[in-house]
């Protein structure tokens, strides 16, 4: 059975600071996603992960997929306010229809 | 741009009654996928379909019946709705498994009381 597992589940952090959150997964997988999810809202893909070492930036956030070492990391650079939200991570199992595991989220919040 | 819609976004049930949450998308995907998130919690896939006419379990199924019987549309069914299902539904689609985007639904609210 697929685990995905991320850290931390909350994160507070001040606007202009860097961060990283990681998400660890148990079973071979070559595609790994990022979400974002603004209260009461849906998900907002933000990245697609296809390879080994692939790397995908979009403004202040980074994602980077290892999977050999089977972990992910979507990393903050000089956070502002706009981008506090909750984000997942999610692992498609290889062969399985795009069936998505989730991790828990990171529910990120940035202060001023 | 209409994506992936769900009907309906709210709905309070009482404990045995039924219903159907619906899932359209206009992108021509073949294929989509019922998933639940609870509170604090990622999402989990329910059932999930490769193409029309096609069904499939995923990890939390019980309690829940799916139907494609048009390439556009995938159903969800509550056929004796528990407190327990009381979680919001997310309605996913994608044109196949290679990779590309999986876009979700803007999710719909179900209470059982």
């Not at chain 1, 603004?38 to 995908?56: C, Q, T, Y």
Request: with cysteine; glycine share 8%.
């Amino acid at each position: 059975e697929l685990k995905v597992e991320q850290n931390p589940l909350f994160l507070s952090m001040q606007e202009g600071k860097n961060y990283t959150i990681y998400c660890n997964y148990s079973t071979t997988s070559d595609r790994l996603y990022w979400y974002r999810q603004d209260p009461g809202k849906s998900l907002e893909s933000l990245f697609v992960l296809l390879s080994n070492g692939a790397v995908k930036q979009e403004g202040r956030l980074m994602a980077s997929l290892d999977t050999k070492a089977r972990l992910s990391t979507l990393h903050i650079t000089a956070a502002v306010h706009d981008l506090s939200a909750t984000y997942f991570c999610a692992v498609e199992e290889t062969g399985t229809a795009s069936k998505l595991t989730f991790g828990t989220g990171t529910r990120l919040q940035v202060t001023l | 741009n209409a994506g992936v819609t769900q009907t309906p976004k709210f709905r309070v049930l009482k404990t045995g009654q039924s219903m159907t949450l619906l899932c359209a998308q206009d992108m021509n995907h073949e294929y989509m996928y019922w998933y639940r998130q609870d509170p604090g919690m990622g999402l989990r896939l329910i059932h999930y379909s490769v193409g029309e006419g096609t069904t499939a379990k995923g990890e939390v199924p019980d309690g829940y019946n799916v139907s494609r019987l048009k390439k556009q549309n995938f159903l969800l069914g509550l056929e004796s709705a528990a407190p327990s299902q009381t979680s919001v539904y997310f309605c996913a689609s994608s044109w196949d498994s290679s990779g590309n985007t999986i876009y979700f639904g803007e999710g719909s609210w179900l209470t059982v009381v």
